[in-house]
């Protein structure tokens, strides 16, 4: 089996690389852009200067060449290769044959101009070619004219050997800055890095305290930026946490899981005693749950029980309700405890159209698989009811009790498959959200008073 190791490189040596390959990419592209422009800046003096001497001698040799004096042309040219940056200066009449050159031997011939080199028209051309012997050589060539009738041209070519050399030298000495830049750069990145992964490892040692269970980490703010804020951040989390492991503890032997997921949402509103307060119960129960248990299989009846648990606490719980009980094929939820809701009515209602619309889809799915449909009742009441724990030091549970809750379980029993009745008041809390049958005045078991009782038909 191969074996791969993964390298750990720590935080303040990522830090250093990243801040140290930084500078070096910087330094490398502010040197070339300064090399570039140092380039093409010589180049520009020196085309200007190149320009310069050929239009002067142009201008001078105008007047010997229409003479026809050789002698003093070949002074001009003897005067101009004094440059050392002069390579060669040529003047030639307009038929191409060679007045004056630096090599008295070629005087009288006719012109060679390199290959690649455009002749020149009206106007100074300058081009650029390489020499196997001088390298880049700039050719600047100047007509002459006279009385705008052509008579011939000067050709200067101008080496750019000096270019090489101060770009050589420009290039040494942007080296030798650069390498003691990044010498400077890496001692302080090594400390910039120190400095910055102090706090972040102060914070990986908290996390793992943390993560250990140890809630009462509390780090020092070590500046006033993000890595201040971070530290705060971190404290504020530790605090909440702290908290709620504390909640956790004290309520994990009174109250189901669900339960204490529900006070941590809004721990500042907990029911933790025994306290009278306005709640929504509803009761949801499988219809005909024996005679289609007879019928089945005891995994089956498992599984339609576990489908029927899990729409239910969906629905209870995507409306903010509390999962009181399982009675068998029943099942208990409060809305408005432990946390409190004003709208608990509506929340109990929307979770039973919920609940409903959900069980008529698991039955098309069983149709579906040639399984039995299910249907179910459901009954809502409001009103006052005692919210607290309930039972012995050895076995607590949450619940809430009083007559509302008789009331929704009495509901619940007189429900046809599929129906959702609601008590009175519930109807008066949400007769705006809901569209609802009256039922009129019925007869409750369980209840001397008649109740006010109404069908839930679906939400407007």
Do not use: W
């Not at 002459?144 to 270019?163: C, N, W």
């Not at 009174?254 to 306005?278: S, W």
């Amino acid at each position: 089996m191969p074996f791969t190791t993964r390298i750990r490189l720590p935080l303040k040596l990522k830090l250093s690389l990243l801040i140290t390959a930084l500078l070096v990419v910087t330094v490398t592209l502010l040197s070339a852009v300064l090399l570039y422009r140092a380039e093409r800046s010589l180049t520009a003096q020196m085309t200007k200067r190149g320009l310069a001497i050929a239009q002067h001698l142009a201008n001078a040799a105008k007047n010997p060449l229409l003479n026809n004096d050789r002698l003093t042309l070949n002074l001009l040219i003897r005067d101009a290769m004094k440059d050392e940056d002069v390579a060669y200066v040529i003047i030639a009449d307009h038929a191409g044959q060679i007045l004056a050159h630096p090599d008295v031997a070629l005087i009288g011939r006719p012109l060679q101009r390199p290959d690649g080199l455009a002749p020149p028209g009206d106007e100074p051309l300058i081009q650029t070619y390489s020499d196997p012997r001088q390298g880049l050589i700039l050719d600047v060539a100047v007509p002459l004219a006279f009385r705008k009738v052509p008579v011939g041209a000067v050709y200067l070519g101008f080496s750019q050997k000096s270019i090489a050399k101060a770009l050589a030298q420009a290039r040494n000495q942007t080296l030798a800055i650069s390498a003691v830049l990044v010498v400077i750069g890496i001692a302080g990145a090594l400390g910039l890095a120190g400095l910055l992964a102090r706090p972040i490892l102060r914070l990986v040692e908290g996390t793992r305290a943390i993560a250990a269970g140890d809630y009462g980490v509390t780090l020092a703010v070590p500046s006033r930026d993000e890595i201040g804020d971070l530290t705060e951040a971190f404290n504020v989390m530790a605090h909440n946490l702290r908290e709620k492991e504390m909640i956790k503890r004290a309520f994990s032997s009174y109250v189901a899981r669900e339960v204490v997921d529900e006070l941590l949402k809004d721990p500042e509103h907990l029911v933790l005693t025994g306290e009278r307060r306005e709640v929504s119960v509803l009761f949801c129960d499988v219809r005909g749950f024996t005679a289609l248990a007879e019928r089945l299989s005891p995994e089956e009846v498992v599984m339609l029980l576990n489908d029927f648990y899990k729409l239910v606490i969906e629905a209870t719980f995507r409306h903010a309700g509390t999962l009181d009980k399982f009675l068998g094929d029943a099942v208990m939820s409060i809305f408005g405890a432990p946390i409190s809701h004003p709208d608990h009515s509506l929340r109990a209602i929307r979770a039973a159209v919920a609940m409903r619309e959900g069980i008529e889809r698991l039955s098309a799915r069983r149709l579906r698989g040639h399984k039995d449909p299910i249907t179910i009742g459901i009954g809502v009441s409001t009103g006052e009811a005692v919210a607290g724990t309930v039972g012995t030091q050895d076995r607590m549970e949450y619940t809430v009790i009083g007559d509302s809750v008789n009331l929704a379980q009495r509901l619940e029993s007189e429900a046809k498959a599929m129906q959702i009745l609601m008590s009175g008041s519930t109807y008066r809390d949400v007769k705006e959200h809901v569209k609802a049958r009256p039922l009129g005045v019925v007869k409750v078991k369980g209840k001397q008073e008649n109740v006010e009782v109404y069908e839930v038909l679906r939400l407007t």
